[in-house]
């Protein structure tokens, strides 16, 4: 399997429709959260979120800084919150660019035969399935932005939700 190609191929892909939703955010629904169930983001920390669920995961996992950020130090966390669409969309950008970097500086060899455990599991695995699994991470809250603009009446489907072009009207 040829690791390096199948997750900058899975990077481009998640990072380009996870802007795109970003551009459908309001400035003035920053604060908004579903109002049925519990413990809901606010929009603005889900697009926090957004911003560290993959690259940021994927460097501790390439650098092995989990066992410190597990610990709690708090110079090692991400910030909480954005303060407008705009820095998230800088902060998801840098994001990709660190997801990248992560894959290039693990290299097809590490990705393949680097076996780990994840912080939150003790299942051994190569590394390069725990950085795909920080693809699908990011992956799970694009999706949860859909459903948030899906909510608040936006025009979301499943073309914004790949982050694909819409078809040609017939």
């Known amino acids: 399997m040829d690791w390096v190609a199948l997750l900058k191929s899975e990077i481009e892909e ?25 413990d809901w ?42 303060e407008s669409v705009a820095e998230a969309k800088a902060e998801l950008a840098k994001d990709k660019a660190r997801a990248l970097a992560a894959v290039d500086s693990a290299g097809p060899e590490k990705l393949a035969n680097h076996v ?13 399935q725990h950085l795909l699994g920080m693809v699908a991470h990011l992956q799970t809250h694009k999706a949860q932005l ?5 909510l608040q009446g936006k ?11 819409e078809p040609p009207s017939a």
């Not at 859909?146 to 899906?150: A, E, M, S």
């Open 14 to 38: 998640v990072y380009r429709a996870a802007d795109g939703l970003m551009d459908l955010v309001d400035e003035d629904k920053l604060d908004w959260a579903p109002s049925e169930g519990t």
């Open 155 to 165: 025009p979301v489907n499943t073309w914004t939700l790949y982050g694909l072009a």
């Open 116 to 128: 780990i455990p994840a912080p939150w599991d003790p299942t051994l695995r190569p590394l390069g």
């Open 146 to 150: 859909f459903y948030y603009l899906k």
């Open 41 to 82: 983001m606010p929009t603005r920390q889900l697009l926090r979120h957004l911003t560290d669920a993959c690259g940021w995961c994927m460097e501790n996992f390439t650098e092995d800084r989990w066992p410190q950020i597990m610990q709690g130090q708090p110079e090692d966390q991400p910030p909480t919150t954005v």
